[in-house]
């Protein structure tokens, strides 16, 4: 009972770093993207405009002229190959290419050699191409990097740039006294023959005996070197062609570099800068431009090849072809023989298509329709198959999709059965409703009912599976494969006005017909989510019928099957056997629903199963930080917000619409609770929205027709009134779609605790307008609220009363085992100074142990009970005249009783003001 205590990334040029790279790794050479760059802000356009004009013609003139005819060569004699197709009045003699008229005697013997060998021949360029580019890298590789020839702009040219270098020396730019590396220009007739000089000694390499001179760093001065004793010049090694390639522009970047020495001119260190970086870009140039010929000499050659072999297969044909007209034209039995084997076999071929055409080449795109969820299928059965093996006896689909199918709907028949046309069938199981089948125009007929061969492919590995059906348990369409026109509410069930809304239309007791006029969509398992329906409505003597929509998990196929009672785990009779010793007015057991309600994962909600929760009133939701502290301290995982406790906590828009008092009365705005909230989730926290339902007295002044009428008071809101259900419900939607919870808590739900005395004086009008128990009203609310929260992506909780949990309907309407059997979790609020007896609050563990083990054997009624979720006293006691102080021991014994009874879902401790001092004196009761 709350209400008892309710308060509210360098440059363009290669350092030896870069040099070193790529020689570790030449795939990466021709690929400059990872050195280029801008040095310092300035741009490269004007240096690579000067390389391009003056380095791009010698790198043309490099290229080897032998090669280069020699692939030309080869191209022109592949595409000769690839495009001279044969015409029909045409042979390959009337051709003269003009490959031929250019040289006549290479061609002609490669014209020959395609005539006989079309396809070698193309092979044979390619091989020659790639033997010739062999013999260039052997040459290259016998004489070694030290006989290279650089492009010929080597010693005059680097002689006249080092002249031009050292006269720069003294201008604007000179490099000053000031820098390390600063020394005077030289004459020019010196500067010309010392550069000479080194280069040719770079070029032609050391003399016997003498090791190489090392290349200098860029920056660093070039220091006398010790002669080595004289050793044996080492034997060559081979170079790939890429390394040679780019070796050659090492020796150009050697040069530059031994000139780029720190002189009197910063223009001379730019001018080696610049050669440096030419040689390097004319190394990469050069190569890729030798890869791309090849590669495309290589493509091209292949091409021909293909058509080569494509010209090939059609001289082929049509020489066969020639043979069989010369054949056709003989003379005597041999032409008569012939002609009527081609006859024969042409009238066989043309049968064999048109067969398959018209039995199995044609079909349609279909789908499964039968009236319930799953259809009965046939299979052929093959010579030597063993009919019991060919039923499905675990109760799965005959689908390959692996669809369960209904034991009762299919029960397999272990007898074959012979078909008028002579096929033998076998039961091969159930198709599940709206299953995607192509039908065949081939049919059977067995005992007058008219059966289709059908196919089913596997989603996943495409395998088809054939079967026969009944010939009117197929659809064109998916609209069309509900076939049922009456269904009969088997759980007494809400009627929506919308697909798609909470909006209540009406209410269908347990047995009611109702006609199906559509529906909104297929379940994955053949079902119904919800049938469009015509129905009677209960609450008005109207003739014309009304529309709506019902779950289609209420409902049974005839009013027999809807009318009996669910009692397969003693649910029924157990609860005709619970009752008080008198009439209490609050309803019976056994007219309350006991079909399993399906309690499912929600996908990205994971259900808190063990919570150790901490219940936050209006004020501790807005603000959060104290409590937060706390929560950060703990092993807390869970707390309990309030939304509405009879005020609201926030301006809802709900409210607004169907209670404008309630909405005048709110605490705060959406924003101000929404910043709160937010800190918790953050914490890391499962968010439970809490929803005082049916004591509200803002609700019940702008609606007082909604309410129970007792003389003059009309304070509580009727558990009877949809209207009610609806303010409430839509009011949690609210809240989950504008904050985020992961669960809402439905509290006070029943009716007044007076309920008995009103009932005895028959006085009392509580708006019963479907005629329904009390105990019934609260169950189908549960019923109404699951069904729409679950729509929502949320878990659904509801308070009950520790008295629930005794063997009987309570005159408010709770009863602990049909609401268990519903919702995700049930709290109960047994507080220690609510039971009778002698100051049982001075005991809690024995007082709740009590309780508790009540409570796990109402758990035991039903086969999927709610996590047991328990509201524990979290207050000093009695709350009248508190003289016990509930500390950290109190506490755990309610905790330590709970578990001791088998109640594992958590525990909620009950404080109306959400006491800092209080939480912060047992806040080691959060821990695991």
């Not at 080897?64 to 592949?78: N, V």
């Not at 006294?177 to 500067?191: F, L």
């Not at 101000?672 to 918790?680: C, P, S, T, V």
Request: proline fraction near 5%; include cysteine.
């Amino acid at each position: 009972m709350k209400d008892n205590n309710s308060i509210d990334a360098a440059g363009f040029f290669l350092s030896q770093a870069d040099i070193d790279k790529i020689n570790s790794n030449n795939d990466e050479i021709g690929n400059p993207d990872w050195f280029t760059g801008v040095t310092e802000g300035e741009s490269d356009k004007e240096g690579y405009d000067e390389y391009k004009e003056e380095i791009e013609p010698v790198v043309n003139e490099a290229a080897d002229p032998e090669m280069a005819r020699e692939l030309e060569q080869a191209i022109k004699m592949a595409a000769y190959n690839a495009t001279m197709p044969l015409e029909n009045n045409e042979s390959e003699e009337d051709i003269e290419p003009e490959a031929v008229k250019s040289e006549p005697a290479t061609v002609e013997s490669e014209l020959a050699a395609v005539k006989s060998e079309p396809a070698a021949a193309a092979s044979r360029a390619i091989i020659r191409i790639g033997e010739k580019l062999g013999d260039l890298q052997d040459a290259e590789d016998e004489k070694g990097i030290s006989e290279i020839e650089i492009p010929e702009q080597s010693e005059n040219a680097v002689a006249d740039n080092a002249v031009a270098d050292n006269e720069s020396a003294g201008s604007e730019d000179a490099i000053t006294d000031t820098d390390p590396g600063y020394k005077t220009a030289e004459s020019d007739e010196a500067v010309r023959t010392t550069a000479i000089e080194e280069v040719q000694d770079e070029v032609t390499g050391p003399e016997p005996g003498q090791e190489p001179e090392p290349e200098p760093e860029p920056g660093e001065e070039l220091k006398p070197i010790p002669e080595p004793e004289p050793e044996p010049k080492p034997e060559p090694v081979p170079v790939p062609a890429k390394t040679i390639v780019y070796e050659r522009a090492q020796i150009e970047a050697a040069v530059a570099a031994h000139e780029s020495l720190p002189s009197e001119s910063s223009d001379q260190q730019k001018a080696a800068i610049k050669a440096d970086r030419r040689a390097e870009e004319t190394a990469i140039k050069e190569e890729r431009r030798v890869e791309e010929a090849a590669i495309k000499a290589e493509r091209r050659a292949e091409e021909a090849a293909i058509k080569a072999e494509r010209r090939a297969e059609a001289a082929a044909i049509k020489e066969e072809r020639k043979k069989l007209k010369k054949a056709y034209r003989g003379e005597g039995p041999a032409r008569r023989i012939f002609a009527i084997v081609i006859g024969v076999l042409l009238i066989a071929s043309a049968a064999a298509a048109l067969i398959y055409l018209i039995g199995r080449g044609r079909y349609s795109t279909e789908y499964v329709a039968g009236s319930s969820n799953v259809v009965k299928v046939y299979a052929e059965l093959e010579e030597g198959q063993d009919v019991q093996s060919s039923s499905d006896e675990s109760g799965g689909s005959a689908s390959s999709e692996g669809k369960k199918k209904s034991s009762a709907e299919t029960a397999s028949d272990p007898e074959k059965a012979v078909t008028d046309g002579g096929l033998e069938l076998m039961d091969a199981g159930a198709l599940v409703r709206g299953t995607e089948v192509r039908r065949y125009n081939n049919t059977e007929t067995l005992d007058d009912i008219k059966l289709c061969r059908i196919s089913v492919s596997d989603t996943e590995t495409g395998e088809e599976t054939e079967y026969y059906i009944d010939e009117s348990n197929l659809a064109k369409d998916k609209e069309h494969v509900v076939q049922e026109t009456d269904v009969w509410v088997r759980t007494p069930a809400t009627i929506y006005e919308r697909e798609y809304s909470p909006a209540i239309a009406s209410f269908a007791p347990k047995g009611t017909h109702l006609k199906v006029i559509g529906y909104d969509k297929l379940l994955d398992n053949g079902y119904i989510n919800k049938y469009k329906v015509e129905y009677d409505p209960v609450d008005t003597k109207k003739e014309d019928k009304a529309e709506g929509f019902v779950y289609g998990k209420y409902m049974a196929a005839t009013q027999e099957e809807a009318k009996a009672p669910y009692n397969e785990h003693g649910e029924t009779d157990n609860a005709r056997k619970e009752k008080f010793g008198f009439e209490l007015y609050g309803g019976k057991g056994e007219n309350l629903d006991w079909y399993p309600y399906e309690k499912t994962k929600i996908k990205g909600n994971k259900f808190c199963k063990n919570a150790r929760a901490m219940y936050l009133n209006s004020y501790a939701a807005v603000h959060p930080d104290a409590w937060l502290k706390i929560i950060k301290s703990t092993d807390c995982n869970a707390v309990v917000l309030d939304i509405k406790d009879g005020p609201l906590t926030f301006k809802a828009e709900t409210a607004k619409e169907l209670s404008p008092t309630s909405y005048k009365n709110a605490y705060v705005s959406e924003e101000k609770l929404k910043k709160g909230i937010d800190k918790y989730r953050d914490a890391g926290v499962y968010l439970i929205g809490r929803i005082v339902v049916f004591n509200d007295q803002y609700y019940a002044k702008d609606h007082p027709e909604n309410c129970i009428k007792y003389g003059s008071d009309r304070s509580w809101p009727s558990a009877f009134s949809r209207d009610v259900w609806e303010y409430n419900v839509r009011l949690a939607q609210e809240a989950v779609e504008k904050f985020g919870f992961n669960e809402i808590q439905f509290d006070y739900v029943r009716f007044p605790e007076a309920s008995y005395e009103m009932s005895k004086s028959g006085k009392a009008d509580f708006r019963n307008k479907y005629g329904e128990e009390k105990a019934q009203a609260v169950q189908n609310f549960c019923f109404y609220a699951c069904d729409q929260l679950r729509e929502a992506g949320v878990y659904t909780s509801v308070d009950v009363f520790g008295e629930s949990a005794y063997s009987y309907v309570t005159a408010y309407g709770q009863y602990w085992a049909s609401i268990s059997n519903i919702v995700d979790a049930i709290s109960a609020m047994p507080y220690t100074d609510h039971f009778s007896g002698e100051a049982p609050w001075e005991h809690p563990y024995a007082s709740v142990l009590r309780w508790a083990k009540r409570a796990a054997k109402r758990q035991k009624r039903i086969q999927h009970p709610a996590a047991a979720r328990t509201w524990i006293t979290g207050y000093n006691t009695p709350y009248w005249d508190p003289t016990v102080n509930y500390n950290t021991k109190r506490m755990k014994d309610q905790i330590r009783a709970l578990k001791k009874a088998g109640l594992k879902g958590g525990f909620i401790p009950w404080n109306a003001l959400s006491d800092l001092d209080k939480y912060n004196q047992y806040k080691d009761i959060w821990n695991k």
